[in-house]
Each structure stands twice: as structure tokens, then as C-alpha cells.
């Protein structure tokens, strides 16, 4: 039987098991929100502004395994999903964003709500198609899934012009996939990775440095072995927390810009670095000069070779899937004989708890007048037990977030890291919502990032998302209000949010529930009383101190020993 | 340095772009870029022309072979390699100048395509240097229009860029 390629499209979809598809329809998708009608498989959330659907499949995908899917329109629909994707991109998030287009004989006449898709979101996804031929819809959406997921993942986009949603043909779903110029690695190389085992076993000062590759590769299991074998120090990336659990003795904190000065001044001054699924990138290493003053060995594993020796020069690079990397050095060394040097170790130990006295940890004065935003961090995760999904915006909040939600576990945090968008953590709370509709998600924010996409809580009514958003309300774009602060003699240019909406009211008129909370004594009843009501939103405003500030901090440019530590100001 | 890639990259539409907006997105140098089909019509054979350090053409090269449609890539200039480019000279040829040029083009082993009553249009083939040299040794003063390839590179003897 002919089905359309509309109907292909959603064929497709169900095959890949998809549960999910984010979106908001438009002219050019018709065909396809037709075909999407007649079908129960495959359910369809309709948000507010197609960048909150690219965010919800985004947000879905990091809280699971799982490929995220968004649906959007031609034109406007597009260029509202670009933000989307590249948030996906600069995190390696796997997702598949199918776009209407115009027809394809009104392809390149300046038709209504028509943009070169394909063009504009060529530099921010994994791969792209234009499909013009209803015959190559099925394979070319095979080929999307499997690009998506394999190798480093990423979002890919499938452009599908309306004639060709509308033309029949026999619907053939692919078996297997094979993309003659495309070949994934797996594992690394062996003789590498002995190397690396012997280089971790004769370290004096071995540290170890993960990011989100360890999350997206499901090796958080490993790595934690691979530390606890080795018994040397971990950090994390921003985008690696939860790969190894905070709450154990060898974590020291999360790394770069607001990360702990034990992890910062540990990277710098360790003999052997091993980096696994991290990049070195700007916000974790500062300046990379500096960085490479003192000399250390570095190993690192990535599946992307263009993450290796981008920024820093690497002693033994290994390309490779993480997890298949990591179990086969866990082999190496536990077949070993040797084992650390139990007497360096310790006294590499003293070293890492001495800059731990010395920087004083993560800490703050708290106020018995004002709420602290680190405090409500702290109550948000006694009450919550540290098992909530934490979705954060951009900005203060998501650092005092990052620093003061202790993650044991992966997936558990859901932030852009790489492109930081504003506006990302709303939408990206719904996406792990549906995903989990029993588990607690917190929505951690600010009062600018939440206005960047507020209109979503009308999806949260829709779709009854018990979303808990906790607006850490400082009256400021309080990263922005710090910076200005620090380096630009005090002049808050553009950063005070005047006239900002009552949230309670605001909260209410979309259905939901909203709370004002002014006092440090109210927080936790406040968290209390919002997260025991399970089957409803609850805004929560919280009116913070508008001077505090992210420490540690790193300034831009500076090295990772030149941190600033609350004191010092 | 100067470096001379090679790169064979699936026939698809686009193709060429997800190639030159590599090089532009990340601040990459292109001195010369050709491209056309191979004898395997599913294939498309490109030569760019690029200058950086060691670092930045570890890079170039890692991030064309991460490209989708690329198949293989090739810094030819590791080995041994000949280059060629061709190049078309449309020269004002009067008088006494006539026999001069035609000499000059004949020492570069060049031939003239096309004659008129007051132009010769020669065709030069050869690595960069030669071509420069050819248009140092005529003189910018008779130049009416010059166009070139850009080169073309390949391997000697066994260096071969697989698929």
C-alpha cells in the first residue's frame, strides 16, 4: 500500500520507538500534523514558540537515553528552532528536528515562510537533509536517528518540502543503516590504552577530569570505578555532573570558572591528567597558556578526534567510545600487578586538603534578613533528598545550582553548558517531565532567563507537568550585574530588571500555583509546601539578595591558580 | 606553513558548502579551492590550497574527516606530490610584442588558444611558482584578464587517497 510522505514521516517515527514529538504546526507541516492526527503512537506536545520545543526533545533526551524529537514549520518555525539546535549541538545532545519547507517548485522564489533551512542550520547540527524525492524520506529518517545517536551525538535536521509530504509511495523502513563516509568509532586502541594504565599506576599526582561525554556514554559507572580503583582526586565539568557521585570523599568539586580551588588548583599542579569526555574548553582551563606553564602529562579519551589537542596539547590521546575505553582500561589495571604508590597518594591527599582549607570550600555567610540563593540551593536538595532533576537556565542561579545541588547521579542535571541560552530551563523541565511523570523536577532560574521563555506554562497547564520552578529572583541579570561589578568599575549598564511581572499573579493566571517568598525562615516551609503538592506547578519567587556573588571565581583570561575566593573582595 | 589537502566527499547536494563554511565558521585560511567529480560519478574530488600552524592544520584536517559527506582527507603536502593549476592569460599583443610573448610562452611551455588582430590568450599549466613566474616574466603592463584553476594535487607513486 502507497502511504503519503507524511504518513512515512510518522511510520517512521513510530519504528524508532519515539514517544514523544515536541512541536507547533504551521503551513508547510500540515501533511504531517494530518498524518500525526490519525495515529495514537506517537503523541505530540504542542508548546508556545517552536525554541521551547527544540528544548523539551533537548531536555528529554539528556534525562534519558533517548533520541528527543521536535516538529516545527517552515520560515519562522525554523529560525525559532535554531536556538534550540545549537544549545543541542554545542552539548552533543542526539535529537532529530523535522522542518516543513515550501514546495519544491517554490524552492528558492522567496515563497511565503520560506528560509534555506538547511543553510542556516548547517554550522549548528551534526548533519543535515533536504528531502526531495518522497522516496528517500524513510532512509533519509534512518539515517537521522543514526547519526543523531552514534559516534559523538548531535542533533540533525530533516528538511521535507510540502509537495513531498504529499506524494505517495510504498512506505520501505530501512533495517540497517551504512554511511559510506560515516564510521563511528568504538573501541580505542589497546596498546594506547595499556600505555595510559601504566602512565595512571606511576603517577605521583594523577587527577582525574570528566565531562558530559562520560553522562551522554552511560559510563558513569565505570568512571567511578576506574577513581576508586586508582584512588586519585575527581572533578567534574558543568556538564558532567552526576558522573561521578558528589557525595564521595574523592570528589573535589566541579571544575574552571566557579569551580572548587582544590579541583582548580588539583588540574594544574597534577603530574598526570586524565580528561575523559571533556574538551578543555575556555570556561574549565581559562587560559590556556597558563595552563601549560606547569608541566603534567595528559591522557585523553574522547570519540570526537577534533576534541583532542584543540587546546591543549594531549601526551596520549585516545579516540574512542567511553565506555568501551574505560572498561578496557579497568581491565588493564586491575590485572596489574602494580598497584599506586599508596605513600604518594597520601601524600597527594594532604596537598588536595590543604587548598581545600585554604579556599574554604563552597561557602557563604548566610542572613537572617535576606535569603541567601545558595541557601535555597542547600533546602532545595535536603528536601528533595538529592534525587530531583535539576533543569537550570543560565546565569547565577545555574552556578549556585551546579556548586550546591550535590548530583550523584547522571542525567540528573539538565543545563546548557556549551551555548548557555537563556530560556532553556523551563521547556527543558518539560521535556524530563514527560519523560519521568513521577519522578520531582525542579526548574531552577532566574527572573531573566524565566522571561525568555515564561509562555510555557501554559504547555506545564496542558500537559499537567507538576514542574516545581524556583525563581531565584535578585532583580538583577545577576551574572551580568557581577562582571560589571568586577571588571567594569561598577557601571550596571542594561542589568537591573525594572518592571518585572508579579510571578504569583502571573504563576495563577496561567492555572498553576504561585508563591511569594521574601524571608530566609519561609524557604524551607515555602520548598516544603510546594514540593508536597505533587500534582501541581508552583512558581516559586524568591526574593534574594540582589549583591551576592558566584565564588569561586576564575576570572576570564586568568589561569586556573588565579582564582578569586569570596574573601578577597 | 602552505598545506595542500585532498579530500574525496559523497556527491550531495551542498557538499561544497559544508566545506567552505568549515573553513569560514572556524577562521580557517583558503588560498585556493577546486572541485569536480571523480571517474566514480557518486564522488567528488577537492584540492584546498591552506596555510596555519602544525596545530591549526591538525585541526583543518580533523574537522573535514568529521564532515558527514567527507570519505577521506589528505594533507598532500606530508609527501611527495605533484600540483598543477592551470591558468588562462589574455595579454595585449601588438607589433614587436607579438614574437616576444609568443617566445615567453613557448619557454613556459605554454600555447596560445586564441589569436586576435591585438590579443594572445595563453594557456599555462603548472605549479603555483611556474604560473607566478610566467607573470612576472611578461609583466603586469600587457595583462588585459588573467583567470586560474586554483590547484589540483595528487599523490606520487603509491601515496593514493582511498575511498
Known amino acids: ?569 | 606553513m602552505r598545506h595542500i589537502i585532498s579530500l574525496l566527499m559523497v556527491n550531495e547536494a551542498g557538499a561544497l558548502s559544508r566545506v567552505a563554511g568549515l573553513f569560514s565558521a572556524r577562521g580557517y585560511n583558503i588560498e585556493s579551492l577546486t572541485v569536480a567529480p571523480t571517474e566514480d560519478a557518486t564522488l567528488s574530488r577537492m584540492t584546498i590550497v591552506t596555510s596555519g600552524s602544525d596545530a591549526v592544520i591538525e585541526q583543518i584536517n580533523k574537522q573535514l574527516n568529521k564532515l558527514i559527506d567527507v570519505v577521506s582527507v589528505m594533507d598532500l603536502s606530508e609527501g611527495e606530490h605533484i600540483e598543477r593549476e592551470l591558468m588562462l592569460v589574455k595579454v595585449r599583443a601588438e607589433g614587436g610584442d607579438r614574437e616576444e610573448l609568443k617566445r615567453l610562452t613557448d619557454i613556459f611551455r605554454g600555447r596560445i588558444l586564441d589569436v586576435s588582430a591585438h590579443t594572445y590568450t595563453i594557456e599555462l599549466t603548472g605549479a603555483r611558482v611556474k604560473l607566478d613566474s610566467f607573470i612576472d616574466a611578461i609583466g603586469r603592463e600587457p595583462i588585459l584578464e588573467t583567470v586560474r584553476t586554483g590547484a589540483s594535487g595528487i599523490g606520487r607513486g603509491n601515496r593514493i587517497l582511498n575511498q
Not at chain 1, 156 to 173: G, M, N
Not at chain 1, 187 to 215: E, N
Open chain 1, 1 to 569: 500500500m502507497e502511504l503519503t510522505g507524511a504518513e512515512i514521516t510518522i511510520r517512521c517515527l513510530q519504528e524508532e520507538g519515539v514517544e514523544y514529538v515536541f512541536g507547533y504546526p504551521g503551513g508547510a507541516v500540515l501533511h504531517i500534523y494530518d498524518a500525526l492526527f490519525q495515529q495514537e503512537q506517537v503523541r505530540h506536545v504542542l508548546v508556545r514558540h517552536e525554541q521551547a520545543a527544540v528544548h523539551a526533545a533537548d531536555g528529554y533526551a539528556r534525562s534519558s537515553e533517548k533520541v528527543g524529537v521536535a516538529l516545527v514549520t517552515s520560515g519562522p518555525g525554523l529560525t525559532n528552532a535554531v536556538t534550540g539546535i545549537a544549545t543541542a549541538y554545542l552539548d552533543s545532545i542526539p535529537m532529530v528536528v523535522i522542518s516543513g519547507q515550501v514546495p519544491t517548485f517554490a524552492i528558492g522564489e522567496d515563497a511565503f515562510q520560506e528560509v534555506d533551512a538547511v543553510g542556516i542550520t548547517r554550522p549548528c547540527v551534526k548533519h543535515n537533509y533536504l528531502v526531495k524525492d518522497v522516496k528517500d524520506i524513510a532512509a533519509t529518517i534512518k539515517k537521522a536517528f543514526y547519526l543523531a545517536k552514534s559516534g559523538r551525538p548531535g542533533p540533525v535536521l530533516v528538511d521535507i518540502p510540502k509537495d513531498v509530504s504529499a506524494q505517495r509511495t510504498e512506505f520501505v523502513y530501512p533495517e540497517s543503516v551504512k554511511i559510506r563516509s560515516y564510521n563511528p568509532v568504538g573501541k580505542g586502541d589497546s596498546i594506547q590504552i595499556r600505555h595510559a594504565a601504566q602512565m595512571l599506576l606511576d603517577a605521583k599526582r594523577p587527577m582525574i577530569y570528566s565531562g558530559g561525554g562520560v553522562v551522554l556514554a552511560e559510563a558513569a559507572g565505570q568512571l567511578t570505578e576506574l577513581v576508586r580503583l586508582l584512588g586519585a582526586p575527581c572533578t567534574n565539568t558543568l556538564m558532567g555532573l552526576g558522573g561521578f557521585p558528589a557525595g564521595d570523599s574523592q570528589f573535589v568539586g566541579m571544575l574552571g570558572m566557579h569551580g572548587t580551588y582544590e579541583a582548580n588548583m588539583g588540574m594544574q599542579y597534577c603530574d598526570v591528567l586524565l580528561a575523559v569526555g571533556a574538551r578543555f574548553d575556555d570556561r574549565v582551563i581559562g587560559n590556556v597558556e597558563h595552563f601549560a606553564q606547569v608541566p603534567r602529562k595528559i591522557i585523553h579519551i574522547d570519540i570526537d578526534p577534533s576534541s583532542i589537542a584543540k587546546r591543549v596539547k594531549v601526551d596520549l590521546p585516545i579516540v574512542g567510545d567511553v565506555k568501551l575505553v574505560l572498561d578496557e582500561l579497568l581491565d588493564v589495571l586491575r590485572s596489574s600487578k602494580q598497584k599506586p604508590d599508596a605513600v604518594e597518594m597520601a601524600s597527594w591527599w594532604k596537598q588536595i586538603e590543604e587548598w581545600r582549607v585554604k579556599g574554604g570550600g563552597l561557602r557563604y555567610k548566610n542572613s537572617s534578613e535576606i535569603i541567601k540563593p545558595q541557601y535555597v540551593i542547600e533546602t532545595l536538595h535536603k528536601i528533595t533528598n538529592g534525587d530531583a532533576y535539576v533543569a537550570s537556565d543560565v546565569g547565577q542561579h545555574q552556578m549556585w545550582a551546579a556548586q550546591y545541588y550535590k548530583f550523584n547521579h547522571p542525567r540528573r542535571w539538565i543545563n546548557s553548558g556549551g551555548l548557555g541560552t537563556m530560556g532553556f530551563g523551563l521547556p527543558a523541565a518539560m521535556g524530563v517531565q514527560l519523560k519521568h511523570p513521577d519522578a520531582t523536577v525542579a526548574c531552577v532560574t532566574g527572573e531573566g532567563s524565566i522571561q525568555m521563555n515564561i509562555q510555557e506554562l501554559s504547555t506545564c497547564k496542558q500537559y499537567h507537568l507538576p514542574i516545581k520552578v524556583l525563581a531565584l529572583n535578585n532583580r538583577y541579570l545577576g551574572m551580568v550585574r557581577q562582571w560589571q561589578e568586577f571588571f567594569h568599575g561598577n557601571r550596571y549598564s542594561e542589568s537591573y530588571m525594572d518592571a518585572l511581572p508579579d510571578f504569583v499573579k502571573l504563576a495563577e493566571a496561567y492555572g498553576h500555583i504561585g508563591m511569594r517568598i521574601d524571608h530566609p525562615a519561609d524557604v524551607e516551609p515555602a520548598l516544603r509546601e510546594a514540593f508536597a503538592r505533587k500534582d501541581d506547578l508552583v512558581f516559586m519567587d524568591f526574593r534574594t539578595d540582589p549583591g551576592e556573588n558566584v565564588f569561586p571565581m576564575v576570572p576570564g583570561g586568568k589561569g586556573l591558580s588565579e582564582v578569586v575566593l569570596a574573601e578577597e573582595l
